[in-house]
């Protein structure tokens, strides 16, 4: 029995595919709740069809709505035997009828027909995805991108594959400046690689994207950081009387004094370090920079009283805006003079 699962185990892993390299298959099974990255695997895989097929039929289904016969008629080899590409959506809300169509067809798939089927999470439809998996067809598995890791990753390797460089202090200000959306960090990506010449740096990225809240916020937080408390009040009061909400401040005060905590209590080299916690090397090596300039006693008051502005500026205080004040003069006047 062990051994049996061993080998439906490695069989599941083998067919994993990412969403950068899917291939066309008989059948291809997008997963995951991320659908920038589902819509990205559905083109890359149209694409690649369309290039070797030009005359490719296309069909769309859907799988909540579907009708019974419907897969069967969408695969029929057609009069003149163009080659198929049947994508069907929504198998998450899928009925009983396309789950018993679906499972017939992948005992008997045709090689003329590509189908991917797309599913963005949940439950529904376990035994069908059970068995495309265990068939061994290629799966792509499109989950959130939560991490900074992971986002820096993306914005790298989508300036690789346009044939354009990026600077590491520019890769993460566009993080800092868009990446709370995939699709609109993917969209900052192809813009800057279309108009830049040479590598872009961070004063392209702050021209370009220097305005956007998430940009201000993260503005705050490094003069803070940095001690210079004349020039975090002054930007953070610029941003609240131009509209910014206190939550998003807030928010990168904290997440820059997590990135320091963490980074204090490590041991190991940057690598080691940067590869335990999830984090790019060069930022790792930033914060090792950054943390010599704190006393563990400064540290910990400033992400208390940042973990209080959290809660006040989220409905404890009828004074949000004071709350940042306060949270901004503290980490500012506990950085170490040197």
């Given amino acids: 029995m062990a051994a049996a699962q061993t080998t439906r185990a490695k069989s599941v892993a083998a067919n994993t595919a990412s969403w950068r390299d899917v291939a066309p298959a008989a059948v291809v ?11 990205r695997s559905m083109d890359r895989i149209r694409a690649q069809v369309r290039a070797a097929a ?3 039929e296309l069909s769309r289904l ?3 709505s579907y009708e019974p016969g419907s897969l069967a008629m969408a695969v ?3 009069l003149f035997g163009e080659a198929k590409l049947i994508e069907i959506d929504g198998l998450e809300a899928m009925n009983d009828d396309f789950l018993a169509d679906a499972l017939g067809y992948l005992g008997h798939t045709d090689a003329d027909v590509v189908l991917v089927l797309r599913h963005a999470g949940g439950v529904r439809g376990k035994k069908l995805l059970d068995a495309v998996k265990a068939a061994g ?23 690789k594959a346009g044939g354009r460089r990026i600077e590491p202090e520019a890769v993460q200000a566009l993080v800092n400046a868009v990446g709370s959306s995939l699709s609109e960090l993917a969209a900052a990506c192809s813009q800057l690689i279309a108009d830049a010449a040479t590598a872009v740096d961070a004063a392209t990225v702050e021209r370009y994207y220097g305005g956007r809240v998430e940009a201000t916020a993260f503005k705050v937080a490094d003069a803070a950081m940095a001690g ?4 975090a009040l002054s930007t953070l009061r610029h941003a609240l009387a131009t509209g910014v909400d206190p ?15 963490k980074v204090a209590g490590a041991q190991g080299s940057s690598a080691q370090i940067a590869k335990q916690l999830g984090m790019q090397p060069w930022l790792v090596e930033q914060a090792q920079r950054d943390v010599r300039k704190w006393t563990p006693e400064g540290l910990i008051r400033s992400i208390q009283v940042t973990a209080e502005a959290d809660a006040q ?13 306060h949270a901004v003069t503290v980490i500012a006047t506990s950085v170490r003079r040197n």
């Fill in 29 to 39: 099974l997008i997963t995951g709740p991320e659908d920038y990255l589902g819509i």
């Fill in 54 to 56: 030009p005359e490719v």
């Fill in 62 to 64: 859907n799988a909540s």
């Fill in 76 to 78: 029929t080899p057609s």
């Fill in 137 to 159: 067809w290629p799966v792509v598995d499109c989950q959130p991108m939560k991490k900074d890791a992971e986002k820096t990753a993306f914005v790298m390797s989508e300036f």
């Fill in 228 to 231: 210079n408390g004349p020039l």
């Fill in 247 to 261: 939550v998003p401040l807030v928010a990168a005060l904290a997440a820059k004094l997590r990135t320091l905590a």
């Fill in 313 to 325: 500026v989220k409905g404890l205080s009828r004074d949000p805006v004071y709350a940042v004040e």
